[in-house]
């Protein structure tokens, strides 16, 4: 098999033959407790390569690379360098080795400029003039413009990334790897990061390129490796295999199709909101802009965006956990509702899913059927003069682990002890079994396994059935056309005339999300669709 | 080889209930080690702490009576400390609380006053330890100041009024200049349980009070949204919890709490207001609040156990010449222990050997 690998590396690009990987783990185990997040990983690296690296969340990407970059230590196994075995000490010292590393979370301050973001993170003396010179030729060399003097909170998520890239690549690395790097961008800003990443290839660089998007594996990549469960599946060219085969490989078995009932009827306005401007409650938060959308019962209204355009902001003012001055600006079930408190929506017949579910959709320490009181002691005969009735929190909990296939080690366990999946199956349970007329749900499947993301999915397409009105946010662009009706995109704090999901294109969106405006005569036609 | 400290997937309600003996046992260790350098025989001082005192009923009624301050102050601050509302002014409020209730004792002093006295004195107290308590609360939810230390540096401003006014206005006129009031009437005077013993009624209203603690905690949803607002505030706020109500009202309750208790140690076991009536009650029960696991009935037992201590102390104080101060040091290596010893409840000790090699001429 790992014979059969290296001939087939070796007749894609032939430059592999004779030479050693750039790097090798062989044997990389990282193990937490009992739970084996990496079982004895061999994976090769070679020049001149972009290998992605696939896995659904929990399969043990994040976990390899932060041995790779020294950010914890292998519980046994070994990686090799250039053919020499190392051990990497801390990031410094792999970034010292040529290993350099864009995380998907930023770690930049928001109130310092450019320059003074990639000073700090460089471990080098040279001195700030030099290397604000640097910093302007390196990103004018890649075509990743930046303008040194400005402060980060003014930038776009894609001008903070291209800082993080530019800082990785002015440590001059033979390797570099990206966590999930089109996560946060538009079709077409992830289309300039592919042109950039070429030109790293080709100057002979290696690049590990983590993500769960099979397409633009498929198209970038000249590698991949599949993970699953912390074991290695296979190693292939994913240009040679389909979408579907990388899916069975990194989920295990075929993933359920979620299907829309059909002729789905829409009826009467559940959720208005009419010229919603509000201030941002914290610094540097977006200020919400005139936002108006109707949305009727049997449909499901999707919110695109680039994460950090006001979806949170939008959230917390449709939830309640802001509160607008003007009733009139939110509309629930006929009734204003803009003044009114979270809890006072729910009974009106809303009900939300943050997009955090530890924290803030769940407290953690708490018992499931504590988390059922939390949104249920409103509106769902939880409480009586005061009392809390444990057996009908608890008839909760059944209820949505029977709905739901939610799994867990016993009948009322603690929140965090469940994974990602099944928390939100049961968060996503918890509010359908009220039976909503509104659901707002934001990022429904993020970082929940396929097998969970359906029975999320479906359940949203059946509620809408049902007759409530479903309000989607997701930058997941795919997660949107599968069960949106129409979607709309959020830029800057304002929201988008929704189109219709059959008009809507990647294209389109994808202008939307990076703030330019359709043709008029388009958008227009969209808004009577 | 390492010892790690690895988080454990849930936690464990075992350690949550043993985490305070090992904690007990812990400080135990350090006080027989502590002992001996004070050339002490340990043995004998660890029986003079924790047995003596277990030996005869005026000790054990002594010790109940100890333990109803410190329990009363501790229920009411674990409500805080639950809710994620640090009140360390207890003591403060204590004070408080016993002056306002005196008042009325003062005022009726020598007057044919009814029975009418002492309720009213202990629901003034009540209000005047909330009022008290509800300073450091506004100023927390109005302008963000750290309640830890308003509340704290409220306690010296109660100290000190308390000594103004007994040395001033409320001096007995017969007492020698002593700056004390006069012993207050029988009807401002807490009830003994005990004819000529020590066991008073405030014994039996902290009893009620652990109860309706055990029940707002367990079993209402008032309890619910202070454990919700203390454990996760953002989810807190999505249930629709409102934490600044929250710290107000745990703050009045606590406030409540400990002005009541206040003025029952006045109007019980001291029989008057003068300056030092409390030994540190409402510092001690913060150490309560905590060895009870912020848990009603855990706080009804780490208040006795304390309180134990200082009757102990006393008594080893007196048997063997150990310094009162002893059991000062006692209490606070005990808060500490239980503080490190919580981390067991969510983490767990592991040897951990990395790089596992072969081990050289073997078999």
């Known amino acids: 098999m790992q014979a059969h690998q290296r001939m087939l590396d070796s007749t894609t690009n032939g430059l592999h033959s004779g030479e050693s990987p750039l790097l090798r783990t062989i044997g990389l185990t990282k193990r937490y407790g009992d739970f084996l997040a990496n079982d004895a990983i061999d994976i090769d690296i070679w020049p001149t390569e972009i290998h992605a690296l696939l896995g659904e969340n929990g399969a043990g990407k994040s976990t390899l690379v932060k041995a790779i970059y020294g950010l914890i230590q292998p519980s046994a196994g070994q990686i090799c360098w250039q053919g020499q075995p190392i051990v990497l000490s801390g990031p410094s010292e792999a970034r010292s080795r040529g290993i350099g590393m864009v995380f998907q979370h930023f770690s930049l301050f928001d109130n310092l400029t450019v320059a003074e973001n990639v000073a700090l993170g460089l471990d080098g003396k040279e001195s700030f003039k030099d290397m604000s010179a640097r910093l302007e030729q390196v990103s004018k060399t890649y075509g990743l413009s930046l303008d040194p003097k400005r402060e980060v909170w003014q930038l776009s998520v894609g001008e903070r990334q291209r800082i993080e890239i530019v800082r990785a690549l002015m440590q001059d690395p033979q390797f570099l790897i990206l966590d999930e790097p089109t996560a946060v961008l538009t079709p077409q800003e992830a289309d300039q990061l592919f042109v950039v990443l070429e030109r790293l290839k080709a100057e002979g660089r290696a690049i590990l390129y983590i993500s769960h998007k099979l397409e633009e594996v498929k198209r970038l990549c000249d590698t991949a490796t599949i993970l699953r469960g912390g074991k290695k599946v296979e190693t292939c060219n994913p240009r040679l295999e389909t979408a579907a085969s990388l899916a069975r490989m990194m989920v295990g078995g075929e993933i359920k199709e979620v299907k829309a009932a059909a002729g789905r009827q829409t009826t009467v306005p559940r959720l208005v909101v009419n010229d919603l401007s509000l201030a941002p409650g914290e610094a540097h938060g977006v200020r919400l802009e005139h936002i108006s959308f109707e949305l009727k019962g049997g449909e499901i209204l999707g919110i695109a965006g680039v994460a950090g355009n006001g979806q949170d902001e939008l959230f917390a003012a449709l939830s309640g956990e802001r509160l607008s001055k003007d009733p009139g600006t939110i509309v629930i079930e006929g009734l204003a509702a803009g003044h009114l408190s979270i809890t006072q929506r729910r009974k009106l017949g809303a009900a939300f899913v943050p997009e955090e579910r530890l924290g803030h959709g769940t407290a953690p320490r708490m018992k499931l059927s504590e988390n059922a009181l939390l949104t249920g002691h409103a509106a769902s005969g939880m409480v009586h003069h005061g009392f809390i009735d444990t057996a009908a929190t608890l008839k909760t909990v059944d209820r949505a682990t029977e709905t739901f296939d939610v799994r867990k080690a016993k009948r009322d366990p603690e929140a965090a002890s469940l994974s990602g999946g099944n928390l939100q199956k049961f968060i996503v349970g918890r509010e359908i079994l009220r039976n909503p007329a509104v659901l707002v749900v934001s990022q429904p499947t993020w970082g929940v396994d396929a097998g969970a993301a359906a029975v999320i999915r479906q359940a949203l397409l059946d509620l809408a059935t049902a007759g409530a009105a479903v309000l989607v946010t997701s930058q997941d662009l795919d997660e949107l056309a599968e069960i949106a009706d129409r979607i709309a995109v959020m830029f800057h704090g304002h929201l988008s005339a929704p189109l219709a999901t059959s008009e809507a294109t990647r294209e389109k969106l994808g202008l939307l999300m990076g703030g330019s405006t359709l043709e008029p005569k388009e958008a227009a036609h969209a808004v009577g669709a | ?284 029960a913060i150490i309560v609040a905590f060895l009870g696991r912020l848990n009603p009935l855990g706080i009804l037992i780490a208040g006795l156990f304390l309180a134990l201590t200082f009757i102990g102390g006393e008594q080893a104080q007196i048997a063997m010449k150990i310094p009162l101060d002893v059991t000062k040091v006692f209490q606070g290596i005990l808060l500490f222990y239980v503080l490190a010893c919580d981390s067991l409840i969510l983490y767990r000790f592991k040897l951990v050997f990395p790089n596992r090699q072969v081990p050289r001429g073997a078999g």
């Open chain 2, 1 to 284: 080889m390492q010892l790690v400290l690895e988080k454990r997937a849930e936690r464990s309600n075992t350690i949550a209930l043993i985490s305070p003996l090992i904690a007990i046992g812990l400080t135990i260790v350090t006080m027989v080690i502590l002992f001996a350098i004070l050339g002490k025989n340990p043995l004998l001082a660890l029986h003079a702490y924790f047995i003596a005192p277990l030996t005869d009923s005026y000790s054990l009624q002594e010790i109940a009576v100890k333990a109803t301050p410190l329990v009363m102050i501790a229920i009411g601050l674990s409500l805080c400390y639950l809710a994620n509302a640090w009140n360390i002014g207890a003591e403060g409020q204590f004070l408080i609380g016993a002056v306002a209730g005196s008042w009325i004792a003062v005022k009726t002093q020598g007057t044919d006053a009814g029975v009418w006295v002492l309720p009213v004195m202990l629901v003034l107290a009540a209000a005047a330890g909330a009022l008290y308590a509800l300073i450091p609360a506004i100023c927390k939810v109005k302008f963000g100041a750290s309640e830890i230390l308003t509340s704290l540096m409220l306690v010296y401003v109660a100290d000190l009024f308390l000594d103004y006014l007994v040395r001033g206005p409320w001096r007995d006129p017969h007492g020698f200049n002593f700056p004390t009031t006069a012993e207050f009437d029988p009807v401002a005077t807490v009830p003994l349980l005990i004819e000529g013993g020590r066991l008073h009624l405030g014994s039996i209203i902290a009893l009620l009070v652990v109860a309706a603690a055990v029940i707002l905690l367990g079993r209402t949803i008032k309890g619910f949204e202070i454990r919700v607002v203390g454990a996760a505030p953002r989810a807190a706020r999505f249930g629709g919890f409102n934490s600044n109500q929250l710290i107000i009202l745990t703050f009045a309750v606590s406030g409540a709490l400990a002005g009541l208790a206040g003025i029952i140690e006045v109007a019980g076991p001291v029989g008057h207001l003068q300056p030092g009536i409390s030994p540190g009650y409402g510092f001690t």
